[in-house]
């Protein structure tokens, strides 16, 4: 299964942004991970196969939403208020079973850039 992330950017703070990725095949359960230079990676989001229970980072929770389209096998971050923490490559990925680190499969990573 290839992943294919899109969305990042440069926002100011305070800003949005949404990722997608697209899966070439079946996917079970999904997540976005992000690593910011000079930091360990984390998971900052996670949804289950069935799209119904969810899991955020304390980092993120409240400003983050994941949500997935299982007809186009796709699913999306929502990024509002930004911060220049929030600054990474983030990745999406893929499992049979929970979201870590270290999925099965992952992306190739898209920057965000949040500026003060």
């Known amino acids: 299964v290839q992943l294919q992330a899109s969305g990042g950017g440069l926002v100011q703070a305070g800003g949005s942004l949404r990722l997608s990725c697209t899966a070439s095949?079946?996917?079970?359960?999904v997540g976005w991970l992000r690593q910011a230079p000079g930091k360990e990676r984390e998971v900052v989001a996670a949804i289950n196969w069935a799209g119904k229970t969810t899991w955020y980072s304390n980092s993120v929770e409240g400003r983050f939403t994941i949500s997935r389209d299982f007809n186009k096998n796709t699913w999306f971050l929502q990024m509002s208020s930004l911060t220049p923490e929030d600054t990474a490559v983030y990745y999406c990925?893929?499992?049979?079973?929970?979201?870590?680190?270290?999925?099965?499969?992952r992306g190739q990573g898209t920057q965000v850039t949040v500026s003060s």
């Open positions: 990925a893929a499992d049979t079973a929970r979201i870590g680190i270290r999925p099965k499969y």
């Open positions: 095949g079946r996917t079970f359960a």
